[in-house]
């Protein structure tokens, strides 16, 4: 018998079995990953969603701190076809609802035909179907949460490798990745993990070389502060930016972005280079894209499937952003070589 049930917007109730008892609501998104599951729970991206995965096996080998990208889980809950005991037990002590035994492959297909929906769920011995759907009457919609940037960054400044010899970055903490910093640190950067409400007046005090706005959850519009940022500080500092750092640089400098049908999810999102021809497969996980970059940035990369902008640039400005996730974790490691390319703005 079920004992949880995952109420999808239309009011279609689809049963299920608990995993992680509770109660949660959050826009119904996917990713199409077959590994990664540890890294893409603890992505600050998937704040106020739910994260179906629709590869069948979700834990398969196990739950292991390292992968971690942040410090807690961030989907509000976890639906898969089947989870193991390992995950379900990490979610749990976690206090996120997870439910598995339900057609994973339906709800997938729906999102891709319908476009993006809400959803209830309720888990556990007291689920019912009237609990999924009162929590899918107050599910909000994404862009409705204006401020959840204080829920995903640092409170304070936090610095890593501060005896680097290379460049220091300011990174805009707007639900960073733990990878983009390693990343960084990797190359023997300083980085400055800042607020999302950092002013320019602290940037000013820190005299970075550059100034980079981290991925992140939710609209882009709704990071006003980071947007006022770069808006100040551009032609002063490289800027450099990935997922809502993109689209946070492009609405800063007159362009501006839409919510997608149902986003980029999943690991093998083909980009193409404009200039060299290049197709590599990349990581993706964003709901909403540049629908125009404005008259600064010039679109150096583009999905091979729609065609919306991946990569934005400006020579003159030393700007350098990425739609996907060069970082991986999960995914391919064909673009790490993005973070040289963001230090080189810094030395040159
Ligand atoms: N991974 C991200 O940074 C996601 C960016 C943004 N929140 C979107 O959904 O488009």
């Given at each position: 018998m079920a004992d949880a049930y995952v109420a999808i917007e239309g009011e279609r109730v689809v049963e299920a079995r608990s995993r992680a008892p509770g109660t949660a609501r959050g826009e119904l998104v996917f990713t199409t990953a077959y590994t990664g599951y540890e890294e893409s729970l603890t992505d600050p991206s998937y704040e106020e969603q739910v994260l179906t995965f629709s590869y069948p096996l979700i834990g398969n080998y196990g739950v292991r701190e390292e992968?971690?990208?942040s410090d807690r889980v961030?989907?509000?809950?976890?639906?898969?076809?089947?989870m193991t005991d390992d995950v379900a037990e990490w979610l749990e002590s976690e206090g996120v609802p997870a439910v598995d035994h339900l057609?994973?492959?339906?709800?997938?297909?729906?999102i891709r035909d319908e476009g993006a929906m809400k959803c209830g769920i309720s888990a556990g011995?007291?689920?019912?179907e009237e609990a999924?759907?009162?929590?899918?009457?107050?599910?909000?919609?994404?862009?409705?949460h204006t401020d959840i940037g204080a829920q995903v960054?640092?409170?304070?400044?936090?610095?890593?490798n501060e005896a680097g010899d290379g460049p220091t970055v300011a990174l805009v903490d707007c639900g960073a990745k733990g990878s983009i910093v390693s990343s960084l640190v990797e190359r023997d950067a300083t980085v400055h993990v800042l607020p999302y409400d950092t002013t320019p007046e602290t940037v000013d005090e820190l005299d970075p070389d550059v100034l980079?706005?981290?991925?992140g959850p939710g609209?882009?519009?709704?990071?006003?502060?980071?947007n006022e940022l770069v808006a100040e500080k551009v032609g002063d500092v490289p800027l450099a930016g990935i997922c809502l750092g993109q689209q946070v640089v492009a609405n800063a400098l007159g362009g501006d972005t839409e919510k997608m049908e149902f986003g980029h999810r999943g690991v093998n999102q083909p980009v193409r280079d404009l200039r060299s021809g290049q197709v590599v497969m990349t990581t993706q996980n964003h709901g909403y894209t540049v629908a125009d970059p404005g008259e600064k940035l010039d679109v150096t990369q583009v999905n091979v499937n729609d065609d919306t902008p991946e990569g934005l640039e400006n020579d003159d400005l030393d700007i350098i952003t990425r739609q996907y996730h060069p970082e991986a974790n999960p995914g391919p490691n064909d673009s790490l070589d993005f973070f040289d390319d963001v230090l080189a703005l810094a030395e040159e």
């Open positions: 992968r971690f990208e961030h989907p509000r809950a976890a639906v898969a076809r089947e057609d994973t492959r339906d709800i997938v297909t729906e011995p007291d689920a019912s999924a759907l009162e929590q899918l009457a107050q599910c909000e919609h994404m862009s409705d960054s640092v409170d304070e400044r936090e610095t890593h980079f706005i981290s991925n609209d882009p519009v709704n990071f006003e502060q980071a």
